[in-house]
Protein backbone atom coordinates (compact mmCIF):
# COMPACT_ATOMS: atom_id res chain seq x y z
CA UNK A 1 0.00 0.00 0.00
CA UNK A 2 1.38 3.39 -1.17
CA UNK A 3 2.02 5.85 2.12
CA UNK A 4 0.11 8.79 1.73
CA UNK A 5 0.41 12.12 0.89
CA UNK A 6 0.51 13.57 4.82
CA UNK A 7 2.57 10.41 6.37
CA UNK A 8 5.18 11.23 3.40
CA UNK A 9 5.17 14.50 4.55
CA UNK A 10 5.59 13.40 7.97
CA UNK A 11 8.80 11.82 7.03
CA UNK A 12 10.19 14.41 5.48
CA UNK A 13 9.40 16.91 8.66
CA UNK A 14 11.23 14.29 10.54
CA UNK A 15 14.25 14.41 8.42
CA UNK A 16 14.33 17.75 8.19
CA UNK A 17 13.30 19.25 11.62
CA UNK A 18 16.61 19.34 13.11
CA UNK A 19 18.05 20.79 9.84
CA UNK A 20 16.07 23.85 9.68
CA UNK A 21 15.95 24.40 12.85
CA UNK A 22 19.71 25.44 13.53
CA UNK A 23 19.24 27.25 10.06
CA UNK A 24 16.14 29.13 11.88
CA UNK A 25 18.53 29.55 14.83
CA UNK A 26 21.81 30.70 12.84
CA UNK A 27 19.23 33.65 11.74
CA UNK A 28 16.25 34.42 14.71
CA UNK A 29 18.57 34.26 18.22
CA UNK A 30 15.01 34.59 20.11
CA UNK A 31 14.89 30.44 20.48
CA UNK A 32 10.91 31.14 21.13
CA UNK A 33 10.58 32.51 18.25
CA UNK A 34 13.00 30.89 15.87
CA UNK A 35 10.79 27.75 17.15
CA UNK A 36 7.45 29.61 15.98
CA UNK A 37 9.25 30.18 13.10
CA UNK A 38 10.02 26.72 12.13
CA UNK A 39 6.11 25.59 12.49
CA UNK A 40 5.56 28.35 10.28
CA UNK A 41 7.91 27.02 7.42
CA UNK A 42 6.17 23.62 7.51
CA UNK A 43 2.94 25.08 7.83
CA UNK A 44 3.34 27.24 4.56
CA UNK A 45 5.51 23.94 2.87
CA UNK A 46 2.56 21.86 3.25
CA UNK A 47 0.35 24.36 2.04
CA UNK A 48 2.59 24.91 -1.06
CA UNK A 49 3.34 21.27 -1.55
CA UNK A 50 2.06 21.00 -4.66
CA UNK A 51 4.41 23.80 -6.26
CA UNK A 52 7.77 21.45 -4.91
CA UNK A 53 9.69 20.17 -7.47
CA UNK A 54 10.69 16.75 -6.50
CA UNK A 55 13.55 16.60 -8.27
CA UNK A 56 15.26 18.88 -6.08
CA UNK A 57 16.10 18.73 -2.86
CA UNK A 58 13.60 19.11 0.32
CA UNK A 59 15.64 21.13 2.63
CA UNK A 60 16.95 23.84 -0.24
CA UNK A 61 13.16 24.21 -0.83
CA UNK A 62 12.38 24.50 3.17
CA UNK A 63 15.07 27.03 3.40
CA UNK A 64 13.55 29.19 0.74
CA UNK A 65 10.61 29.11 3.11
CA UNK A 66 11.56 29.98 5.78
CA UNK A 67 13.92 32.76 4.68
CA UNK A 68 11.09 34.51 3.18
CA UNK A 69 9.47 33.70 7.17
CA UNK A 70 12.66 35.06 8.43
CA UNK A 71 12.42 38.36 6.27
CA UNK A 72 8.64 38.70 7.87
CA UNK A 73 9.52 38.07 11.18
CA UNK A 74 12.20 40.85 11.31
CA UNK A 75 10.11 43.32 9.42
CA UNK A 76 7.12 42.92 11.50
CA UNK A 77 9.66 43.76 14.48
CA UNK A 78 10.40 46.40 13.04
CA UNK A 79 7.39 47.86 11.96
CA UNK A 80 6.28 47.16 15.96
CA UNK A 81 9.30 48.89 17.03
CA UNK A 82 10.39 45.51 18.80
CA UNK A 83 14.02 45.41 19.23
CA UNK A 84 15.52 41.95 17.42
CA UNK A 85 18.92 41.43 16.10
CA UNK A 86 18.58 42.18 12.46
CA UNK A 87 20.24 40.48 10.09
CA UNK A 88 20.69 41.98 6.48
CA UNK A 89 18.82 39.61 3.85
CA UNK A 90 22.66 38.66 2.01
CA UNK A 91 23.38 37.97 5.02
CA UNK A 92 20.67 35.28 5.55
CA UNK A 93 21.05 34.26 2.00
CA UNK A 94 24.30 33.62 2.90
CA UNK A 95 24.06 31.33 5.60
CA UNK A 96 21.02 29.42 3.32
CA UNK A 97 24.11 29.08 0.85
CA UNK A 98 26.44 28.14 3.97
CA UNK A 99 23.61 25.41 5.04
CA UNK A 100 23.37 24.47 1.20
CA UNK A 101 27.25 23.62 0.86
CA UNK A 102 27.70 21.77 4.78
CA UNK A 103 24.13 19.29 4.35
CA UNK A 104 24.87 16.30 2.76
CA UNK A 105 20.71 14.96 1.64
CA UNK A 106 18.79 14.01 3.85
CA UNK A 107 18.47 10.18 3.92
CA UNK A 108 15.43 9.95 2.23
CA UNK A 109 17.02 11.58 -0.88
CA UNK A 110 19.79 9.86 -0.91
CA UNK A 111 17.50 6.37 -1.09
CA UNK A 112 15.28 7.67 -3.70
CA UNK A 113 18.20 8.66 -5.47
CA UNK A 114 19.68 5.50 -5.39
CA UNK A 115 16.50 3.73 -6.19
CA UNK A 116 16.51 5.57 -9.53
CA UNK A 117 20.44 4.54 -10.43
CA UNK A 118 19.62 1.05 -9.40
CA UNK A 119 16.64 1.10 -11.35
CA UNK A 120 18.46 2.13 -14.24
CA UNK A 121 21.86 0.27 -13.52
CA UNK A 122 19.12 -3.14 -13.69
CA UNK A 123 18.93 -2.58 -17.36
CA UNK A 124 22.57 -1.03 -18.71
CA UNK A 125 25.14 -2.75 -16.46
CA UNK A 126 23.60 -6.54 -15.73
CA UNK A 127 23.21 -9.11 -18.67
CA UNK A 128 19.57 -10.45 -19.76
CA UNK A 129 20.39 -13.67 -17.90
CA UNK A 130 21.74 -11.91 -14.80
CA UNK A 131 19.13 -9.37 -14.62
CA UNK A 132 16.77 -12.33 -14.23
CA UNK A 133 19.22 -13.92 -11.38
CA UNK A 134 18.89 -10.82 -9.46
CA UNK A 135 15.05 -10.69 -10.11
CA UNK A 136 14.30 -13.64 -8.68
CA UNK A 137 16.76 -13.67 -5.86
CA UNK A 138 15.19 -10.02 -4.86
CA UNK A 139 11.85 -9.44 -6.21
CA UNK A 140 10.63 -12.79 -5.92
CA UNK A 141 12.15 -14.23 -2.85
CA UNK A 142 13.26 -17.00 -4.91
CA UNK A 143 16.52 -19.06 -3.09
CA UNK A 144 19.10 -19.89 -4.94
CA UNK A 145 18.30 -23.38 -5.27
CA UNK A 146 14.79 -22.66 -6.50
CA UNK A 147 16.78 -20.17 -9.26
CA UNK A 148 19.07 -23.00 -9.98
CA UNK A 149 16.69 -25.78 -10.67
CA UNK A 150 14.96 -23.40 -13.00
CA UNK A 151 18.34 -22.29 -15.17
CA UNK A 152 19.70 -25.86 -14.60
CA UNK A 153 22.72 -24.58 -12.80
CA UNK A 154 24.44 -25.24 -9.56
CA UNK A 155 23.56 -23.18 -6.30
CA UNK A 156 26.97 -22.24 -6.46
CA UNK A 157 26.89 -20.85 -9.71
CA UNK A 158 23.55 -18.77 -8.93
CA UNK A 159 25.68 -17.64 -5.68
CA UNK A 160 28.82 -16.51 -7.55
CA UNK A 161 26.28 -14.77 -10.54
CA UNK A 162 24.44 -12.99 -7.30
CA UNK A 163 27.77 -11.69 -6.20
CA UNK A 164 29.06 -10.33 -9.47
CA UNK A 165 25.83 -9.05 -10.10
CA UNK A 166 25.69 -6.95 -6.99
CA UNK A 167 29.06 -5.57 -7.14
CA UNK A 168 28.12 -4.79 -11.18
CA UNK A 169 25.12 -2.80 -9.86
CA UNK A 170 27.08 -1.20 -6.98
CA UNK A 171 29.74 -0.11 -9.16
CA UNK A 172 27.50 1.33 -11.55
CA UNK A 173 25.38 3.35 -9.22
CA UNK A 174 28.81 4.69 -7.48
CA UNK A 175 29.56 5.89 -11.14
CA UNK A 176 25.95 7.75 -11.50
CA UNK A 177 25.70 9.27 -7.82
CA UNK A 178 29.84 9.37 -6.45
CA UNK A 179 30.75 7.01 -3.92
CA UNK A 180 30.06 9.70 -1.07
CA UNK A 181 26.34 9.38 -1.82
CA UNK A 182 25.79 6.09 -1.68
CA UNK A 183 24.84 4.78 1.53
CA UNK A 184 27.16 1.84 3.13
CA UNK A 185 24.06 -0.81 3.39
Known amino acids: ?3 TREELFAILVREHELGLAAFVRACVHDAGDADDL ?4 FIAAWQQLEG ?11 RGIARHEIMDYFARCT ?3 RHVHVL ?4 VAA ?11 ARGEVYRDCFAALAECLSQALSKQDREVVERAYRESQPCRVIA ?10 KKRLQRA ?7 IVNKLGPEEVPHV
Not at 88 to 91: F, I, N
Not at 95 to 105: A, K, M, T, V, Y
Open 1 to 3: MEP
Open 38 to 41: VQET
Open 52 to 62: YDAARPFARYL
Open 79 to 81: ATR
Open 88 to 91: PPEA
Open 95 to 105: LGDEFERLNRP
Open 149 to 158: DHLGQTVEAI
Open 166 to 172: RAALREC
